[in-house]
């Protein structure tokens, strides 16, 4: 299999989920801001900071405003993080690579991005948001639903499935590093009950909420949701799983001793941490390892296949 091949699929996959992935965060925003007392004002900037483009947005915009960065999130082509931006590298690599995948998840693929940038402005309005985003996610899905089902599954489908699982590990830390340390600072005693619904967006922001409640049958609490999605080895969106994935993927590619230790050590880490003792700047600290191993192995997949 050509490297340049392996390349194009693997980035295929993660830029798909890229844009799956924002569309959640903007989708559950809106909602927790209407959730949420009118006191308490979170604003926008999260969604900055979750994908680290506050400094870009900022070169672009001046102001952070629910207007521009919803334009910055879904349209703004500058932006190569917004939702079309990925949509549209996802069509360029799955375009170089039609012969290796199936020519209806190519025609998907390009009909989401076409239909996607026709409607994008409609994501400006909150009436019309709702609509627009879930159209992303469904596409997104129903691309990942063809690609199981018609694809080989060879060489090329676990780099696919490599990608996919590589970004949604890096999505889901930062959800939780940005979700928690804005979970309503210094908030006064009457406004407490509204901590439970900032938790219950960090778990709807990755699709986690019914799966949670499941497990759980309790209260929702801190050290619960963050074990859930750090630690579960069930869940799809689970960092521990996605790492799971990304091993067992490996196991049928040559040459993948070093990048399995990688992700051995990265799992140890994962599995020894007590979540339960962790306050909010030993969380950040722990997240951070958590990304740089996340870094570290999606590098050393790319120098030695790439």
């Known amino acids: 299999m050509l490297s340049r091949v392996a390349n194009r699929v693997y980035w295929m996959a993660r830029y798909l989920e890229r844009a799956e992935n924002t569309a959640r965060l903007v989708n559950v925003n809106t909602h927790l801001l209407l959730d949420l007392p009118k006191k308490i004002r979170l604003g926008w900037e999260p969604i900055l900071d979750i994908t680290s483009l506050r400094d870009y947005f900022y070169e672009l915009y001046e102001e952070v405003d629910e207007r521009n ?38 025609e998907q693929v390009n009909t989401l991005y076409l239909t996607s940038k026709t409607h994008s402005r409609s994501a400006v309005t909150q009436r019309h948001r709702y609509d627009y985003l879930r159209s992303v996610i469904l596409g997104v899905q129903t691309i990942s639903g063809m690609l199981a089902g018609t694809m080989t599954h060879d060489e090329a489908y676990e780099f696919l ?39 219950v967006s960090v778990l709807k922001s990755l699709t986690a909420y019914q799966m949670y ?18 630690q579960e080895e069930h869940f799809p969106r689970s960092f521990y799983h996605t790492l799971c994935q990304v091993n067992a993927c490996l196991d049928n590619l040559p040459r993948n001793g070093k990048i399995m230790q990688l ?5 140890k880490k994962l599995l020894r941490a007590n979540l339960e003792k962790f306050n909010q700047d030993k969380l950040h600290d722990f997240i951070d390892e958590l990304q740089l191993g996340v870094i570290k192995i999606n590098d050393t997949i790319s120098k030695n296949y790439f």
């Open 213 to 230: 409640r499941r497990k759980i049958r309790q209260r929702i609490r801190r050290a619960d949701v963050l074990a859930f999605l750090l």
């Open 69 to 106: 960065v919803i334009r910055f999130m879904v349209s703004d082509t500058r932006n190569p993080d917004s939702i079309l931006g990925s949509l549209n590298m996802a069509r360029e690599n799955s375009r170089t690579i039609r012969d290796i995948i199936p020519r209806e998840a190519w």
């Open 263 to 267: 992700i051995a050590q990265l799992q």
């Open 161 to 199: 499935r490599m990608g996919r699982n590589l970004e949604r590990a890096d999505m889901t830390t930062r959800i939780i590093d940005v979700r928690s340390a804005s979970l309503l600072p210094d908030m006064p005693e009457e406004l407490t009950p509204f901590a439970n619904i900032q938790w």
